[in-house]
Nanobody
Framework: QVQLVESGGGLVQAGGSLRLSCAAS????????MGWFRQAPGKEREFVAT???????SYADFVKGRFTISRDNAKNMVYLQMNSLKPEDTAVYYC??????????????WGQGTQVTVSS
């Protein structure tokens, strides 16, 4: 049993920054891989970033150095620092978790989502 809860979304102007947080609960140890997906209105959910238990980060191409994923395993937390935000980043952002052996862009567990809106 794993539950994920996101926070930190909101409204920001283009070029601004936000930091998303995700808290994991429901079992003693974290999923091996944790990260973030997003879904814009009328579009499919897409991969954003993940970080595995060995500290390896994976990013979608559209990040281009703007986003940074990090983890605090002692606190069962994962974060997404988003800089230089663009209107096309507007979406609901979902925290994700995956068991060992899954692909870097796979999720076994999902949070409820937090809205990020970037204005022009």
């Amino acid at each position: 049993q794993v539950q994920l809860v996101e926070s930190g979304g909101g409204l920001v102007q283009a070029g601004g920054s936000l930091r998303l947080s995700c808290a994991a609960s429901g079992r003693t140890f974290n999923p091996y891989t944790m990260g973030w997906f997003r879904q814009a209105p009328g579009k499919e959910r897409e991969f954003v970033a993940t970080m595995n238990g060995g500290g390896i980060r994976s990013y979608a191409d559209f990040v281009k150095g703007r986003f940074t994923i990090s983890r605090d395993n002692a606190k069962n937390m994962v974060y997404l620092q988003m800089n230089s935000l663009k209107p096309e980043d507007t979406a609901v952002y979902y925290c994700s978790g995956a068991e060992r052996g899954r692909s870097w862009n796979y999720a076994d567990y999902w949070g409820q989502g937090t809205q990020v809106t970037v204005s022009s």
